[in-house]
């Protein structure tokens, strides 16, 4: 949870002047390589016959030289007026949201949909600021019954609704 | 010492296993029959499946029904069948390809095409027909094929995707007469036509099923069938072995196998059923109207049917140089 | 008139009582799984493909229809009110629709979405009905070449329109093309960037992605806001349109409704590259462009004319030519099959009361969508007024339930939270998402025609601009370019001054 410093006085030499940027430039550098090093173990061919590996090459290639533009782009040699603030990550809606769904995921096949449900909305209300269980509760067992009557019941989803 | 423990492990393991699977096979089908697909629904295998799924449904008290799994040129609904249990109540919708030719051009099977499924019967049939885009200057398959000999690299054939029955009948066709013809695959039949229609490939190949329709609004030029006999759909329309290229015959055919460890009293009762489901005009009126024909066999001939057909296209799929990796 | 006696006998058909019924049935099934994210059409027809074993073949097609329709009607509400595209189609509707939801103006939003896919809708039957012949011919002289074309051009128009930084969105739009090749490739049969894994061998599935990235990622990202800066406005606001809207709102309507009559009858995402290039446009003719991605009802009229009326011509193809040009066509193949019915060119002249019966049937399901819809406006308007701490939980079930229900699988579900995660960093790099998804659905396509169309041309590239389609295609592309100039040179100053 905590925020790069922003607007640092600035010194000399090499600045990252925009984090974001400079973060995106090299996520997108990173898909590209590992892509790009996949694709050159399949078969290339030629422009005629294109292989398998043709064509991700060659988007694996372009991406690259995009991620190398943004990333270059936040860079800055020389002074800085101002630095943009870097991206702040909130971790406990991400685990919170992540955890409920693999839950869900884990136990619908097994205790059915009434009882995943009532996990996922457990764990996915742990994500918000004020947590209110009683409420989660209640809004857990509407849930479950909402999905298993239009899923499981009006549209004939193959979901199983009870353990077992 | 290992080895030894785990292998009469195993042995107990199976004996266990057929005797519940004979204890099973007494009350079959106690739950709905499946039909495995590999292909989405709305296709000539879906289609067949559909109609003696329909048929069976009544034959056996039990309803029948059809899962599409399709995907990875057929193998997943393949490799589904192959390890669900064997007892009758999975069976699999066995195209052509299937266990002829993907075999030849996949290594990394998950099934063996042999000794994975216990065949049951053949179900239905369709021809191959060549058809060609009307400013194609050429009237028959001859012509066809002097053009393709006079003007080498020019002329090209769509299929509904490689590896298919499809495309083999084409690259087989194409070392047969030595035309040269170039291979454009597509993703399915209805684009691979739609491209002959409109003129960017100059010959479809496909079942008749697909092509009947075009041919007989006049949207394409009906060349050829691969089959014995000319189909009735298409009278005017000569077979290749007419043409000069005797023995030239490409059938798309669907079966029904099932888990090779089924019991044979399975087997038996749905070779039985199927036989009498495709004698019914009922039946054979629902697959004429998509250009097939009912043909049940013996488990036998359908054994006899893959083995002869993976050996012919075997070496049209070495000739021509076809891999998938 | 001919055109006059065939609608008479479509009008015949359509309208006995059973056939009202299922077309009614459709609808609204349709509509329901519309507005359901992660469900759609195709998953909901093939469910329902044996049922219509019972139904007469009008009667089947009929709902069958009514459903693929009347999902784009609901998919533009999930749109909107929760910045959920419900349907690939619905992508676009995001972006202003979500704006003005946010704005309170979600009444309005759901309102001229509905009578624009009305009007867009009947115009497009209307050309259905009088001109298929022709435009199917049309549509058959589309080469692959002609097809990358296109394709380019759409991808380019999803980037220009993108809000924020030009580049980063063409970045986007190329990470979506390489995710959109992962599985086995047609013309080889070789896995890709599979790592093995059976579960991807036939590539990520469209859900997966849109849930993950625009489901997870986006409530991520808006959790970590306080609740007053909810994402969702408490105000109900108007239901319907001002005299105002109607005004802006008018033009958009008729060019979208033109643009998705034109581009549903190529085979492959018509619906949705129509929306696309719908507000590409809008946006190109607005005197003020800056409004767009800031709640401009002209960003919502034009693209939801042009998929309703991109779904209606899609049916061209499949009725003239007995060609299905995407998934839901193909599966209504399936239903006139069981039926004995072979689709193909010969059902218009053979069977005329259920060609024409159909394409009325689809304007009376337009009708019944609008009495549908309108009311229900206020209804789902309501839903806005629930607090986002009980709102969110909901939300993720239905994402969770949609994408497990695709093919009943786990791994499913652990992609889309992997995705989820990656859409909430992209989002917090201030990276559009919107380009990611049309490259990944446009991916495969692309090098699919790429690849078909040098293999034509014999290697040769100067194919793209010897034959004409292609050709004007690419210098629209060109023209779109050279329009966006000045604005990359604007964020590139903006980048420069800005926090």
């Not at chain 2, 029955?165 to 170039?182: M, Q």
């Amino acid at each position: 949870m905590s925020a790069v410093a922003t607007s640092r006085t600035a010194r000399g030499g090499l600045q990252i002047r925009e984090p974001r940027d400079a973060l995106a430039g090299a996520l997108f550098i990173a898909f590209a390589l590992a892509a790009g090093a996949i694709s050159a173990t399949y078969p290339l061919g030629s422009a005629m016959r294109m292989g398998s590996g043709y064509f991700p090459l060659l988007v694996s290639t372009l991406l690259g030289l995009l991620g190398a533009v943004v990333l270059l782009r936040s860079l800055s040699f020389g002074r800085v007026e101002r630095r943009a603030e870097g991206p702040a990550f909130a971790l406990r809606p991400a685990l919170c949201v992540a955890a409920g769904v693999v839950a869900f995921a884990l136990l619908v096949s097994d205790l059915g949909l009434l009882l995943a449900t009532l996990v996922l909305t457990l764990l996915c209300g742990l994500a918000h600021r004020q947590v209110r269980f009683a409420e989660l509760a209640g809004l857990g067992v509407v849930l479950a019954c909402f999905g298993g009557l239009v899923f499981a019941w009006g549209l004939g989803l193959q979901l199983p609704v009870l353990p077992g | 010492m290992t080895t030894t423990k785990t292998a009469l492990r195993r042995l107990l393991g199976l004996t266990a296993l057929c005797a519940s699977l004979l204890a099973g096979a007494a009350e079959w089908p106690s739950q709905p029959v499946k039909i495995v697909v590999p292909y989405p629904p709305g296709g000539a295998a879906d289609t067949v499946a559909r109609i003696y799924a329909d048929a069976l449904s009544g034959a056996l008290g039990q309803s029948v029904l059809v899962d599409n799994r399709p995907g990875a040129g057929t193998a997943i609904a393949a490799e589904y069948v192959a390890a669900a249990p064997a007892d009758g109540h999975t069976l699999a919708l066995v195209p052509t390809g299937q266990l002829t030719v993907l075999p030849h051009i996949v290594q990394r099977l998950k099934f063996d095409p042999e000794k994975s499924f216990a065949p049951i019967s053949l179900l239905a049939y369709t021809s191959v027909v060549f058809a060609a885009n009307r400013q194609v200057p050429a009237q028959s398959l001859t012509e066809l094929v002097e053009l393709a000999r006079s003007r080498p690299g020019e002329l090209s054939y769509s299929s509904s995707g490689s590896g298919t029955i499809i495309h083999l009948a084409g690259e087989y066709f194409r070392l047969t007469s030595g035309a040269d013809l170039l291979h454009v695959p597509f993703k399915g039949s209805a684009p691979a036509v739609t491209a002959v229609l409109g003129g960017s490939v100059d010959v479809a190949v496909d079942s008749l099923t697909i092509l009947a329709p075009q041919i007989q609004a006049g949207k394409l030029k009906g060349l050829a069938i691969a089959s014995r006999q000319r189909s009735p759909l298409l009278p005017d329309v000569p077979t290749v072995a007419e043409l000069g290229y005797p023995g030239f015959e490409v059938t798309s055919w669907f079966g029904l196998s099932a888990p090779a460890a089924t019991p044979q009293a399975i087997i038996e009762r749905l070779n039985v059923e199927i036989a009498k489901a495709a004698a019914s005009p009922a039946v054979q009126e629902k697959l004429a109207a998509q250009g097939l024909v009912a043909w049940p066999s013996t488990p036998e001939a359908f054994a006899e049917q893959v083995r002869s057909d993976s050996a012919k296209y075997a070496e049209v799929v070495a000739k021509s140089h076809i891999t998938f990796d | 008139m001919d055109l006059w006696a065939n609608l008479a006998v479509g009008f015949e058909a359509a309208l006995t009582w059973s056939n009202l019924l299922y077309c009614l049935i459709g609808v609204t099934l349709g509509t329901l799984v519309g507005v359901l994210p992660g469900l759609g059409p195709v998953a909901t027809i093939a469910m329902l493909l044996p049922i219509t074993y019972g139904l007469s073949p009008a009667e089947a097609l009929i709902m069958l229809a009514g459903i693929y329709y009347g999902a784009q009607y609901g998919g533009s509400t999930t749109a909107i009110l929760v910045n959920l595209p419900g349907e690939s189609s619905s992508v676009v509707t995001c972006l202003d629709g979500h704006a003005m939801a946010r704005q309170g103006r979600a009444g309005v939003a759901l309102g001229i979405a509905a009578i624009g896919s009305f009007v867009a809708g009947s115009l497009a039957i209307l050309l259905v009905a009088a001109a298929s012949t022709p435009l199917a011919e049309f549509a058959l002289s589309f080469g692959p070449a002609d097809y990358f074309s296109l394709m380019l051009l759409g991808l380019v128009a999803a980037v220009v329109l993108a809000q924020g930084d030009l580049l980063k969105a063409l970045a986007m739009a190329l990470l979506g093309l390489l995710l959109g090749l992962v599985g086995v490739d047609v013309n080889s049969g070789e896995e890709r960037f599979t790592f093995g894994l059976p579960q991807l061998a036939d590539g990520i599935s469209f859900v997966v992605i849109s849930m993950g990235i625009f489901g997870i990622g986006e409530i991520i990202a808006n959790l970590e806001r306080d609740e007053s800066r909810s994402p969702l406005s408490r105000q109900l606001g108007r239901l319907l349109p001002t005299r105002d809207d109607y005004r802006r709102a008018w033009k958009p309507v008729l060019r979208g409704a033109g643009l998705g009559s034109l581009l549903g009858i190529l085979p492959g995402g018509g619906a949705m590259l129509s929306s696309f290039a719908s507000y590409l446009v809008e946006k190109r003719l607005a005197r003020d462009p800056e409004r767009f991605g800031q709640g401009a009802i002209e960003g919502v009229a034009g693209p939801e004319a042009a998929n309703n009326a991109g779904a209606q011509t899609s049916f061209i193809p499949l009725l003239v030519m007995g060609l299905p040009s995407n998934a839901v066509m193909a599966l209504m193949v399936g239903a006139m099959m069981i039926h004995g019915i072979v689709p193909g060119p010969q059902v218009m002249g053979e069977r005329p009361e259920l060609f024409w019966g159909l394409i009325v049937s689809m304007w009376v399901g337009n009708v019944l969508l609008l009495l549908l819809n309108l009311p229900l406006v206020g209804i789902w308007v309501r839903l806005l007024a629930v607090p986002y701490r009980l709102l969110y939980p909901a939300i993720l079930l239905f994402c969770c339930i949609g994408v497990y229900s695709v093919n009943n699988s786990l791994f499913d579900v652990l992609l889309t939270v992997l995705f989820g995660l990656l859409g909430y960093l992209l989002i917090k790099l201030r990276c559009e998402p919107a380009p990611l998804l049309l490259g990944f659905i446009l991916g495969p396509l692309m090098e699919e025609h790429l690849r078909r169309a040098m293999l034509l041309s014999r290697g040769d590239p100067s194919v793209f601009v010897t034959r004409p389609l292609s050709l004007t295609l690419l210098l629209t592309l060109g023209l779109v370019l050279i329009l966006c100039l000045p604005r990359l040179r604007a964020t590139r100053q903006a980048a420069f001054s800005e926090d």
